[in-house]
């Protein structure tokens, strides 16, 4: 069966350490997605792509970065881990067309501290 | 300004008491409204897409309308595992991207 995987699953790192959180999906789907979620927000998109090497920002795209490089994969970094970055990160993807753009299917979630 | 948001924030049901959960939202081009259902520590998982107001959708005891203003999620005579929190979210179109903005949910809480 089709998936969506993220790792770790749980990760303590420290103020100003890079930190690299893995998304993997066997879905085919050229659409990935990166949220992050707090208590009190709903879910708010850092990264998005469109298929390969097609990377773009969302709303809360600061201290993060991301790359595309096949179809299964966008890893998501944090180039110097900031305490604002504890949160719960979810990975997700969606096909392509219009119709079914807002159908996204996402991972299990990464929780992250920052310490 | 996007802006979609739900109420109540949290609400507990006894178990076959109705009830309904409410979205409002206000983009500058709806493309779609979704309805998700996430249990905890998990991701959220796809319930229902609407995109015209008067649509309807069902499953099981959830039934989801929408209006031009607003979307609800109904749950007729609820379990207690239809427990979890119920994400909102609209498709709109900005900058020549797709984009999906999500509400900050409502819990629910179904007791025996």
């Known amino acids: 069966d089709a998936e969506i995987t993220q790792s770790p699953r749980h990760k303590i790192t420290e103020t100003g350490r890079q930190v690299t959180l893995a998304c993997h999906q066997t879905w085919n789907h050229n659409n990935m997605f990166w949220y992050r979620q707090d208590l009190g927000h709903g879910l708010r998109l850092i990264h998005y792509s469109y298929g390969v090497q097609d990377t773009n920002k969302g709303e809360v795209s600061d201290g993060y970065s991301v790359s595309r490089s096949n179809t299964e994969d966008l890893p998501l970094t944090l180039e110097s881990a900031a305490s604002s970055q504890t949160s719960v990160y979810f990975c997700?993807?969606?096909?392509?067309?219009?119709?079914?753009?807002?159908?996204?299917?996402f991972g299990p979630g990464t929780r992250l501290t920052v310490t | 300004e996007d802006q979609v948001t739900q109420s109540p924030e949290a609400l507990r049901l006894q178990e076959g008491e109705s009830s309904s959960l409410n979205c409002s939202y206000t983009?500058?081009?709806?493309?779609?409204l979704f309805w998700y259902r996430q249990d905890p520590g998990k991701g959220p998982e796809f319930l229902f897409t609407?995109?015209?107001a008067g649509e309807e959708k069902e499953k099981e005891r959830l039934k989801a309308t929408l209006t031009k203003k607003e979307s609800f999620l109904h749950i007729t005579a609820p379990k207690p595992e239809d427990s979890a929190t119920y994400l909102c979210a609209v498709q709109t179109r900005g900058g020549g991207y797709n984009k999906l903005i999500f509400g900050a949910g409502t819990r629910l809480a179904v007791h025996p």
């Open positions: 983009v500058s081009g709806l493309r779609g």
């Open positions: 609407l995109y015209s």
């Open positions: 997700a993807s969606s096909e392509s067309s219009g119709s079914v753009f807002g159908e996204q299917y």
